[in-house]
Each structure stands twice: as C-alpha cells, then as structure tokens.
C-alpha cells in the first residue's frame, strides 16, 4: 500500500520552461513533506521541504505547494537548468514523536529530464 | 567534511556470507536510520535508532541487525545473505528543531550478492 504516489515516473522539460513535478499521500496523519534530488551513485539529497501549517514554501528556483485536502502536493523549478535533470523524490513524515522516528515514507521518484 | 558517510560503497559478497556496513554522522543528529532501494528503485525505511529506542520495520527479516556504538554511529549487520538482499543500503540521520525536520542521507552502499 503506497502511501506516497508519484505517478509520473519520468518529465521531460525544454531548458528555461518551468518543471512541475506532482506528489500524492493517501496517509492524513502526514505533517511534514520533503523533496529529495538524487543523481545516480548518490544519496538523495534534500532540496526542499513544507510543514502542513504552510501551503507554500519557496526556495531560490525552487517552490513547494501543498493542498491538504486534496493530499497533494508540487515541486515547481523555474527556470529549469540541465543541472536539475535527476530523479526526485517526494516524502513525508507522520508528527516527531520526540523519541524513535518512524522515518520518511518515500515515492517512486520521477526522472526529470531537462533538454537543451 | 562528509555529513554522513558510510563504507563500504560497494559490496559483493556470496550467498550464506555474514557482512556489515557502517555508517557515521558529524552533524550532531538525534536519529539514525536505515533505507533500502530495491531494484524498482523504491526507497523503504528499514530502521530508526533515537536514544537508544530501536523501531523495526516489521517487513525486515530478522537477519538485518543494526548496531549502534555511540549516537554518531548506526551499523547494519546482515547474516546469512540471499540473493534477494541485493540492493543499494542508505544510512540517514535526522535532527528535529522548531518545526522544522533536518534529514541527511549517505551515498548509499550498493550490495551484491551472488
């Protein structure tokens, strides 16, 4: 039971476009979502995140969206650079219990694919 | 100044083999984890390690150990090693500080077990 939905496994993107990368839970107790980048032979590393408190966090190129009631969210990168091109991973985190975490629940990933 | 590190990279290894990957965080994080890719590339916690409270992941085989020395340090142990344990193994470790969580991954150590 996937808990964490990206359902587009791949996104091709024209250099200097905007790149919208879409995310679904299906888990309400989730308050906290986090996009991951990873390359190939790398650890995912953190791009962005937003706490369910907040529809909209923004970060340089990059914007998360969150619409809680349609337990959806977005990564928004304008403009897209062939730098981005990598596989993204959406996430999410059920409240700290201040004692062991449960960890993050990850997506699938979508491979962006950024062309000149 | 690697955040979190874990060794090896690589690992092949025969079936029945006993192996362990070790992973080490510099940035002063209260939890440790492990996560496992399996070969559709889905990204699945194995373990959490906070204060000493161990969480399992109840799909994990007995097999899979982890072992932490100090709080900078979470070790996964795997004995008697199957074909179908191949996959890549990150470690992570998470810090959380006014409503804000801080997640940090390895570079991953990729397992093949022939």
């Known amino acids: 039971d996937q808990q964490v939905k990206q359902n587009s496994p791949s996104l091709s993107v024209q250099e200097g476009r905007i790149s919208i990368l879409n995310c679904d839970y299906t888990?309400?107790?989730?308050?906290?979502f986090l996009w991951y980048k990873k390359y190939p032979a790398e650890g995912p590393t953190f791009l962005i995140s937003?706490?369910?408190?907040?529809d909209k966090n923004e970060d340089g190129r990059f914007t998360v969206f969150l619409n809680k009631s349609a337990k959806h969210l977005s990564l928004h990168i304008v403009p897209s650079q062939p730098g981005d091109s990598a596989v993204y991973f959406c996430?999410?985190?059920?409240?700290?219990?201040?004692?062991?975490?449960?960890?993050?629940?990850f997506g699938k990933g979508t491979h962006l694919i950024i062309q000149p | 100044d690697t955040a979190v590190s874990q060794t090896p990279k690589y690992l092949v290894t025969q079936m029945g083999n006993d192996k362990s990957i070790k992973c080490e965080q510099n940035?002063?994080?209260?939890?440790m984890y492990w996560y496992k890719q399996d070969s559709k590339k889905f990204l699945k916690i194995m373990f959490s390690?906070?204060?000493?409270?161990?969480?399992i992941n109840e799909t994990v085989p007995n097999r899979f150990s982890p072992k932490s020395p100090d709080k900078a340090h979470l070790n996964l142990h795997i004995n008697s090693l199957e074909l179908g344990d191949s996959a890549v193994y990150f470690c992570?470790?998470?810090?959380?500080?006014?409503?804000?969580?801080?997640?940090?991954f390895g570079s991953g150590t990729r397992l093949t077990v022939v």
């Open positions: 390690y906070n204060n000493k409270e161990l969480i």
């Open positions: 937003i706490s369910s408190i907040k």
């Open positions: 996430a999410a985190s059920e409240p700290y219990s201040g004692g062991g975490a449960d960890g993050l629940t």
């Open positions: 940035l002063g994080h209260d939890t």
């Open positions: 992570a470790s998470s810090h959380f500080n006014r409503g804000v969580y801080g997640y940090t």
């Open positions: 888990n309400s107790m989730f308050d906290y």
